[in-house]
């Protein structure tokens, strides 16, 4: 195993690495709880921010400890789905010790204003949970880590962005 959850001291639980990990290694395989449907809704307890959307409309709750991944305008670490697996891949190098956090705004879409509190030197702070809504800059920065799903569904607006 790649990683432990530890406490992060303000954001709850969290991943860290056990071990130095190179540059795009696979650190974990994303595995579901369940099915979140109209008759199966979230229970008490279950949260919001830890359910997976997959590109032919079902919507999954993400089992522990992967749900613990927590998110950080500054990530070491992005998704990717191939055939509805989704995968947590390094960017760069993640040495031990060191928190593992991914963009979730790299897969969100008209979401809700947000108060970041990620603590990185470049956190976005407060601004809409929208991946079309960041800086041009981080668009295309941002760009080799998109979801292959999420860039075809949405790639006309992409290509919008790159044509400004
Ligand atoms: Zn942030």
Same mark, same amino acid.
């Given at each position: 195993?790649?990683?432990?959850?530890?406490?992060?001291?303000?954001?709850?639980?969290?991943?860290?690495?056990?071990?130095?990990?190179?540059?795009?290694?696979?650190?974990?395989?994303?595995?579901?709880?369940? +099915?979140?449907?109209?008759?199966?809704?979230?229970?008490?307890?279950?949260?919001?921010?830890?359910?997976?959307?997959?590109?032919?409309?079902?919507?999954?709750l993400v089992a522990e400890p992967?749900?613990?991944?927590?998110?950080?305008?500054?990530?070491?670490?992005?998704?990717?789905?191939?055939?509805?697996?989704?995968?947590?891949?390094?960017?760069?190098?993640?040495?031990?010790?060191?928190?593992?956090?991914?963009?979730? +705004?790299?897969?969100?879409?008209?979401?809700?204003?947000?108060?970041?509190?990620? /603590?990185?030197?470049?956190?976005? /702070?407060?601004?809409?949970?929208?991946?079309?809504?960041?800086?041009?800059?981080?668009?295309?920065?941002?760009?080799?880590?998109?979801?292959?799903?999420?860039?075809?569904?949405? /790639?006309?607006r992409i290509k919008h962005v790159?044509?400004?």
């Open positions: 195993m790649k990683y432990i959850v530890k406490q992060t001291g303000q954001k709850g639980l969290g991943i860290y690495a056990s071990q130095k990990i190179a540059a795009y290694e696979v650190i974990a395989k994303v595995d579901y709880a369940r +099915e979140v449907t109209p008759d199966q809704p979230l229970h008490e307890g279950e949260s919001y921010d830890h359910q997976m959307y997959l590109p032919d409309g079902r919507v999954f992967i749900c613990y991944f927590n998110h950080s305008c500054g990530s070491n670490a992005f998704l990717y789905s191939a055939d509805q697996q989704y995968y947590i891949i390094s960017k760069h190098t993640i040495p031990a010790d060191k928190e593992i956090t991914i963009d979730y +705004e790299l897969s969100a879409v008209n979401g809700d204003t947000w108060e970041c509190k990620c /603590g990185s030197k470049n956190c976005r /702070g407060l601004h809409t949970w929208d991946f079309f809504s960041l800086p041009k800059r981080i668009i295309l920065e941002s760009l080799p880590y998109l979801d292959p799903w999420f860039a075809q569904v949405h /790639g006309n790159l044509n400004q």
